[in-house]
Nanobody, 120 residues
Framework: QVQVVESGGGLVQAGGSLRLSCAAS????????MGWYRQAPGNQRELVAV???????TYADSVKGRFAISRDNAKATLWLQMNSLKPEDTGVYYC??????????????WGQGTQVTVSS
């Protein structure tokens, strides 16, 4: 079983910064990719940024140049540095790990989410 836990959300004024953290733990055989998704009230969950095992990254157009995703493979830890935050960045941010556990089959694991609120 793989567990994913996020931390670091909060309330910040527009233009400010926040850093989210995520740690995967448990019986992990391998992690292929890790990423951040967010969901605003009334909206579907959307991709924010994802990073592969060799460091390749993908960002949503809305966050390019403002957010930076990074990962420590050895510690199964993920971060999201969010700068120049806008009110439209408000939402619940979820960490995702595409990982294989003891059965060596890859599947998506999700954290409980952390709230990010950006005031105008």
């Amino acid at each position: 079983q793989v567990q994913v836990v996020e931390s670091g959300g909060g309330l910040v004024q527009a233009g400010g910064s926040l850093r989210l953290s995520c740690a995967a733990s448990g019986s992990i055989f391998s992690i292929a990719s890790m990423g951040w998704y967010r969901q605003a009230p009334g909206n579907q969950r959307e991709l924010v940024a994802v990073i592969g095992g060799t460091g390749e990254t993908t960002y949503a157009d809305s966050v390019k140049g403002r957010f930076a995703i990074s990962r420590d493979n050895a510690k199964a830890t993920l971060w999201l540095q969010m700068n120049s935050l806008k009110p439209e960045d408000t939402g619940v941010y979820y960490c995702n790990a595409r990982a294989a556990g003891d059965n060596m089959r890859y599947r998506d694991y999700w954290g409980q989410g952390t709230q990010v609120t950006v005031s105008s």
